[in-house]
């Protein structure tokens, strides 16, 4: 049957009696394309039958679906027109991840983080009640995305509105790790109890219901389409359902990558460094056990920053608050005020939506929380909602905020131990997604010295200044091409302090210089550097390499890095080119 459908129309030709059986051909389709090619996997397991039954019953071409988070929606992509594309998905210039408005017709508000989607849908109902239309309007909202305020604040508002608003809460108890707090606990009773908290918000509610029964949801959905009012359908599912081993391990089994693709691959005994992630997580460890004052925050993501090693060790000592930034922020400052050390790890593009509380909560109060910013720099196939490439512009215009950013996970690892001692105010250490440089993290620790940079090596024709990990490209574009003894390269260290007299030195020895940063060039790092030289009467050149004023694509970030001349291969190309005309 699914061979016969390319759109939902084609969808609704079938009889309700065959959608179990279609539903059992497309799982085992996107079980096959996906081990394949990668993508996640578990969660889009999980939503199958509420997909297709969805699609059965709405005509989404004039009604409106949201998915949160976005991470679920590739079985309406295999159903909306993109099957042939389907094994492009998460690949350079292939499908997004996640909907994407300008993908398809069908993806009605583009999706990454958590928690927006009955925002978006009760904005697109309340213009439809405005203008007469009888547009249904639905968002499927998983247990996990609950934890996070904003959606609260749209029950909030749906409650004493009279728009077209179905809420699907898609209820697995897992966002990527296991769900954590009262919601959780909430949706788990919730059966049981006489009221519930939908109820009490003046929202009808109806379920729990089977979300893998296809024909009952069917039956639900088909029922519901007169009603024009609010309303709240619960659903229970199960991350993984149908593949035994991502039922198992529904973390583990949340993406897929080529390790999964080919069990049968023989193992390597090669050692390769530490994820940046990892080095943390170990890192945070050594440190809680040095200081009874340590303490670990993360918003629901203990598994992708490694602080699961803390929590594994030290459990009354991390705090998994759910998705909800903004409180981890806030919560943090609190424990800061009352003596403790908190390491409050949030993913980059992630801190976006706690800038307030990182301004008025923290930085303005001179409040000593320890910030790192896990997936700094391009992500990869996560692409553009997941990219943490304007951390350093954004952050950069905060009074009293100390902002490092090591090259390599020894530096991060001497980051962090100087800044539990740092009680003067906020500190962010940001670094990236991926392995570190050395296959033994567990360096000495050196005395790191606030407002200082590295220099890595010292020649006499072009002075080269980088921030972060992508120092490494340019390392490896130096000894490459050879250019140690023509090269000055200075590793950054800090955006905020710069090292002032350091860089003022190479404006007084060098007419060319390159600045690089694997993150948005607008108020970046390299405008930083620009404005100290123009202030010092620097009469040289100042070339500045980094992303451009536009939003990064998904892709492999050895091919974004490439596209965008961040490679070791296109920084020496410019080395050799640029370096021609500099003073001797």
């Given at each position: ?500 007299n350091t860089f003022k030195t190479l404006f007084d020895s060098f007419d060319k210089i390159i600045t690089i940063e694997e993150s948005c060039l607008l108020g970046g790092f390299g405008q930083q550097l620009k404005a100290m030289a123009q202030d010092h009467s620097y009469k040289g050149d100042i070339i500045s390499l980094g992303l451009p004023d536009g939003f990064v694509e998904h892709g492999e970030i050895e091919e974004l890095r490439a596209q965008y ?20």
């Open positions: 049957m699914l061979d016969s459908i390319t759109f939902p129309s084609d969808l609704r030709k079938l009889s309700k009696n065959q959608l179990t059986a279609l539903c059992s051909e497309i799982r085992a389709f996107f079980i096959e394309n996906i081990l394949k090619n990668g993508g996640h996997f578990s969660a889009n397991l999980g939503v199958v039958e509420l997909t297709v039954a969805l699609h059965y019953v709405y005509d989404f071409s004039s009604d409106k679906l949201v998915w949160d988070v976005g991470h679920q929606a590739y079985i309406h992509k295999l159903l909306t027109g993109r099957k042939g594309e389907f094994d492009s998905i998460r690949k350079h210039n292939g499908l997004s991840g996640f909907p994407k408005i300008d993908e398809s017709v069908f993806d009605h508000f583009g999706t990454g983080h958590s928690s927006t989607s009955i925002s978006a849908v009760m904005g697109m109902a309340e213009a439809s009640l405005l203008d007469g239309k009888p547009t249904k309007h639905i968002a499927v909202i998983g247990d996990g995305s609950l934890t996070g305020g904003m959606a609260f604040e749209a029950l909030n508002n749906l409650g004493v509105s009279k728009a077209n608003v179905l809420v699907v809460i898609n209820d697995n108890q897992m966002g990527i790790d296991p769900n954590l707090g009262a919601i959780n606990t909430h949706l788990g009773e919730i059966e049981f109890s006489q009221q519930n908290l939908f109820q009490n918000l003046g929202l009808p509610y109806s379920g729990p219901l089977d979300g893998h029964d296809v024909v009952a949801l069917v039956d639900f959905l088909e029922q519901q389409k007169d009603n024009k009012t609010p309303h709240v359908l619960h659903l229970k599912t199960i991350k993984g359902k149908g593949y035994e081993p991502a039922e198992k391990a529904q973390t583990d089994w949340h993406s897929v990558n080529y390790v999964k693709i080919n069990p049968l691959q023989p193992a390597t005994n090669e050692a390769k460094p530490l994820k940046f992630q990892d080095v943390f997580g170990h890192t945070l460890l050594e440190l809680a056990k040095m200081d009874d004052r340590v303490v670990g925050i993360t918003p629901a993501m203990p598994s992708g920053s490694s602080m699961k090693i803390m929590m594994e060790a030290m459990p009354h000592r991390v705090f998994d608050v759910g998705i909800a930034e903004q409180h981890a922020v806030t919560f943090a400052a609190g424990l800061a005020l009352q003596g403790k050390r908190p390491f409050c790890n949030i993913y980059s593009s992630f801190a976006q939506r706690a800038y307030d509380q990182i301004i008025h909560d923290v930085a303005l109060q001179k409040i000593p929380v320890i910030f790192c910013l896990d997936r700094a720099g391009m992500v990869g196939a996560d692409g553009p909602t997941h990219h943490g490439t304007f951390d350093l512009a954004f952050l950069n215009a905060i009074p009293n905020l100390i902002i490092l950013s090591p090259m390599d996970e020894h530096e991060l690892r001497n980051m962090m131990y100087w800044a539990l001692d740092y009680t003067k105010g906020p500190v962010v250490i940001r670094y990236p997604r991926g392995n570190g440089s050395f296959i033994d993290y567990q360096n000495e620790i050196q005395p790191f010295q606030l407002g200082t940079s590295r220099t890595l090596t010292s020649g006499n024709k072009l002075a080269i200044i980088s921030i972060g990990e992508i120092g490494v490209e340019v390392q490896q574009a130096i000894e490459l091409n050879n250019l140690q003894t023509e090269i000055t390269h200075v590793d950054a260290r800090c955006m905020k302090p710069l090292d002032s001349g961040l490679d070791a291969h296109s920084i020496g190309l410019l080395i050799r080119d640029y370096g021609k005309s500099a003073r001797q």
